[in-house]
């Protein structure tokens, strides 16, 4: 049993090292990324995507929002500059 939690948790984190990490594209360090800041980085992601992406209407992104947008195809999981 603790081998399989052991390798539960290490695909976890494999699957998520694919996801950009918020602060990397965080420029005023905020916590959340504005339209701005995420086409600053993706520059191929619309105003419509972003609101599509920023599903609470704050018109931010946070770090629950954009994994989700990542996991769901709308926002690239990492950009070139992220190696």
């Known amino acids: 049993m603790t081998k399989f939690i052991v390798l539960a948790l290490g695909m976890g984190a494999l699957a998520t090292s694919a996801f950009a990490d918020i602060s990397a594209l965080d420029a005023n360090g905020d916590g959340m990324l504005t339209v701005d800041e995420v ?45």
């Open 39 to 83: 086409q600053a980085a993706y520059p191929e992601v619309t105003a419509d995507q972003f609101s599509q992406i920023d599903v609470n209407g704050d018109g931010a992104i946070d770090d629950a929002e954009m994994g989700e947008a990542q996991a769901n195809g709308l926002m690239p999981a990492a950009s070139a500059d992220e190696g």
